[in-house]
Structure formats: C-alpha cells, structure tokens
C-alpha cells in the first residue's frame, strides 16, 4: 500500500512540472527592440561656428532623420542668445513630406531676425524633434559672432525716384549683395521688405532723400501705398557727416578697413531720414540689425523723375 502511495505521489509531481512548464512557454514575449528617436545633425557651411556680423552668409545645414518603424511628426526650433531666455522661432507638426526624415539649408542671418549681436556674442540653435513613438531628439549649434576691420563695399547703385519710370529700381538693402528692389504690385519690394534698409524719393521741399522704411514723415508719405503693404519696415538710423568724398573713396578703394566707418557716433543724434542731400555728401547709417556702415552720393537727382547714384560701404 505504501509503495503504491508513493507512486501516485511522484507522478502527480512529474505532471505538475510538466503542465508549469507547458504553461511558462505558452506565454513567452519575443524580444522588441525600441528606437533611440529621431537622428539630428547640424553643421555650420563654413565648419568654423563663427558668425560674421559683416557678412553675414552662414548657414547651418539641418538633417533629420526617423528610426526605423517610426515616422517624425513633430519639430520646435529655438535661440538663445548667450544666457538670455530661449526665443522659439518654429514649433508645430511637420509636413507630409517630411516625416521619413528631411534635409535643409537655414541661414543664420534670417534666424536672428529681432536679434542684435555684437562680436563676442554667442547664440545657440536648438532643434527639437518628436517621432510617432513621443520620442524627442534635441540637437543644439552654437554661433561666436565676429567682426574684423574689412569693409564690404558695392559697385555704383542707381536708384530712381518716385516718379522715374526708366530707372524702375527704389529701394536698397545690404542683403544679397546690395539688392535693388522695385515697387508696385508686380514688383520686388513687396516680398523682400525684410531686406529693405534704404528708401529713395525725392520730396518738395527735402529734395534728395534717403529714409527708414519705418519713417512715418516723409518715406511712407511718398511711398505710402507701397510701404503699407510691406510685413517688415525696418528702422535704420541716419547721421550726416563731415566725411569727404576723397577719404571714403581712400578707404573704399586702397585702405579697405572700417575706421572711417567707426569715427560716427551713433550713441545720440541719430534720425529715420536724411533730407537735401547734395552732390559728394556722405551719410552714415546704422541698419536695424546692427550693421554701421556709409553712403557717398555721387549724383542726385533734379526733380521727382530724376535719379540718384550711390557708393556704399560697411
């Protein structure tokens, strides 16, 4: 009897384990491997992460790609001035175009619009990125803004007044290599306002002028309809000077450094528009962005229809 007690005993224990076994790989889980997010890389065009506040022609090279088995969905850009506060410049759902992964060219200099930099200064941009599993990738660039004694300078640039309808450029910016700009709904200036430093027009009673698109009293009375329908009106600052026609032409053509340029002041006195301009007059300017530079005057215009021609250096 006792021999028979044990042999039930061991086989009920032998089924025992083998149904716990049967059971344990009945539920088995395979392994999954989980993506890291989203792969971000910045690189500066110039691989020297300095920001030349004369030129002004870096450009960060962006390149986001998704994980396998995720699609990106999400991005936010920001830029923080040395300790400053972030500014978020771009935040919200990517396009459908973009969600495998995307490559750009982003300019620096369109980046820091609202910011003023001085040489020294540092400003990081960091890209954010959120993929279909809510996974977030930052990447982060950092920019030192810096200035030498070199001057940019252009070739002669003729602007016509308002009522010009043969020199069909009137309106200036230091972008693009001195871009001109035309007026009118089929014009040039519309789209590019943010470019736009100088303002050309001659008026009844200041003649030859140069103002701020931002100026009220003279620039957007002349060209009202045109500037009010412009997103940015910049505020360049103005000053007249005592600089001769020979000493910007010495330093435009054989000294080429900006010491000229720094002997104007413009801590105080600084106006939205400069009025009767003459012949061989030097003005100086300071752009909204920072940037100081000069303006010669080599003609001027008679009336409205007229024109004027100008050398500028910064």
């Keep these: 009897m006792k021999n028979t007690i044990k042999t039930l005993l061991l086989l009920f224990v032998s089924a025992s384990l083998v149904l716990v076994s049967c059971k344990k790989d009945d539920t088995t889980t395979p392994t999954t491997t989980v993506p890291n997010g989203p792969v971000i890389t910045l690189k500066d065009s110039f691989a020297t992460n300095n920001y030349d506040l004369k030129a002004q022609n870096s450009i960060i090279n962006v390149t986001v790609a998704a994980q396998s088995g995720t699609i990106l969905v999400s991005d936010k850009v920001e830029r923080q001035v040395n300790s400053g506060e972030a500014t978020t410049l771009k935040s919200g759902n990517l396009l459908a175009s973009q969600i495998n992964g995307y490559s750009m060219a982003v300019t620096v200099a369109s980046s820091l619009a609202g910011a003023t930099l001085v040489a020294g200064d540092k400003v990081t941009f960091t890209y954010s990125v959120t993929d279909s599993k809510a996974q977030t990738q930052k990447a982060s660039i950092t920019y030192t803004a810096v200035s030498n004694n070199s001057i940019v300078s252009s070739n002669l640039i003729e602007l016509g007044a308002q009522s010009n309808t043969l020199v069909v450029y009137k309106f200036l910016g230091l972008a693009d290599n001195f871009n001109t700009y035309t007026s009118g709904t089929t014009g040039t200036a519309k789209a590019n306002s943010a470019k736009i430093d100088f303002v050309y027009y001659y008026g009844a009673t200041g003649l030859n002028s140069f103002a701020a698109p931002s100026n009220v009293d003279g620039a957007q009375v002349i060209w009202g309809t045109e500037i009010g329908g412009w997103a940015t009106k910049n505020a360049t600052q103005f000053k007249t000077t005592s600089i001769t026609k020979t000493q910007f032409l010495n330093y435009k053509d054989n000294l080429k450094t900006n010491v000229l340029i720094n002997t104007v002041d413009f801590s105080a006195g600084a106006v939205d528009k400069v ?17 100081q530079g000069l303006i010669y005057f080599s003609a001027v215009s008679a009336d409205n229809a007229g024109s004027t021609k100008v050398y500028v250096m910064y």
Excluded at 275 to 289: L, M, N
């Design 275 to 291: 009025i009767s301009i003459k012949q061989d007059d030097v003005v100086a300017f300071k752009t909204a962005s920072g940037t």
